[in-house]
T-cell receptor, first 117, second 114 residues
Framework: EADIYQTPRYLVIGTGKKITLECSQT?????MYWYQQDPGMELHLIHY???????EKGDLSSESTVSRIRTEHFPLTLESARPSHTSQYLC????????????????FGPGTRLTVL | KNQVEQSPQSLIILEGKNCTLQ??????????LRWYKQDTGRGPVSLTI?????NTKSNGRYTATLDADTKQSSLHITASQLSDSASYIC?????????????FGRGTQLTVWP
């Protein structure tokens, strides 16, 4: 079982509210990721981080923002939630690897199911 | 077009039966291929990882195969159990990226009936 945690597990909130999804890992991993997953669809990378003070946008455009002030913590924030943000959000982390490392395995948290009314 | 395609989209089998899930990919340059199991409402958990030089990898009742020439992989589940009901996701990683970018299939939703 990977030591990566997400809170809350479920969140139902009204339109316009500001929310922060928490993600923490105790494995000392440098790289962390946020994915968005809709039912029956593939995971889409929305944010990633190589380490402290590093954040990048992923393949899927997202109105959310992230921060990486501490190695173990990678929160995701939505300033003003909308129904279109309803989805499952998965956080992941991976150990440091050399370029082309074939075993850059990502460990996933349990996810946060967000519903915006 | 998704670079990782899985089939079937969903599958129902009886407990104790075997099944095989398919994955075709176009990701290049290829680094490795993983099969993940994702229980409903949970994050994916890795079952197997294979590089281009590996043809088969087993993990208990799960056996994955890889044909890097045809860019196809399969996951065979033997003597299925009720706890095998989940989504099985094929994930391919490209080579030469410090990020280790992953390309995800949409998954095969497996339901095992008693």
């Amino acid at each position: 079982e990977a030591d990566i945690y997400q809170t809350p597990r479920y969140l139902v909130i009204g339109t316009g509210k500001k929310i922060t999804l928490e993600c923490s890992q105790t494995m000392g991993h440098d790289k962390m990721y946020w994915y968005q997953q809709d039912p029956g669809m593939e995971l889409h990378l929305i944010h990633y981080s190589y380490g402290v003070n590093s954040t990048e946008k992923g393949d899927l455009s997202s109105e959310s923002t992230v921060s990486r002030i501490r190695t173990e913590h990678f929160p995701l924030t939505l300033e003003s939630a909308r129904p279109s943000h309803t989805s499952q959000y998965l956080c992941a982390s991976s150990a440091p690897g050399r370029m082309g490392d074939t075993y850059n395995e990502q460990f996933f948290g349990p996810g946060t199911r967000l519903t915006v009314l | 077009k998704n670079q990782v395609e899985q089939s079937p989209q969903s599958l129902i089998i009886l407990e104790g039966k075997n099944c095989t899930l398919q994955c075709n990919y176009t990701v290049s340059p290829f680094s490795n291929l993983r099969w993940y199991k994702q229980d409903t409402g949970r994050g994916p958990v890795s079952l197997t990882i294979m590089t281009f030089s590996e043809n088969t990898k087993s993990n208990g009742r799960y056996t994955a195969t890889l044909d890097a020439d045809t860019k196809q992989s399969s996951l065979h589940i033997t003597a299925s159990q009720l706890s095998d009901s989940a989504s099985y996701i094929c994930v391919v990683s490209d080579r030469g990226s410090t990020l280790g970018r992953l390309y995800f299939g949409r998954g095969t939703q497996l339901t095992v009936w008693p």
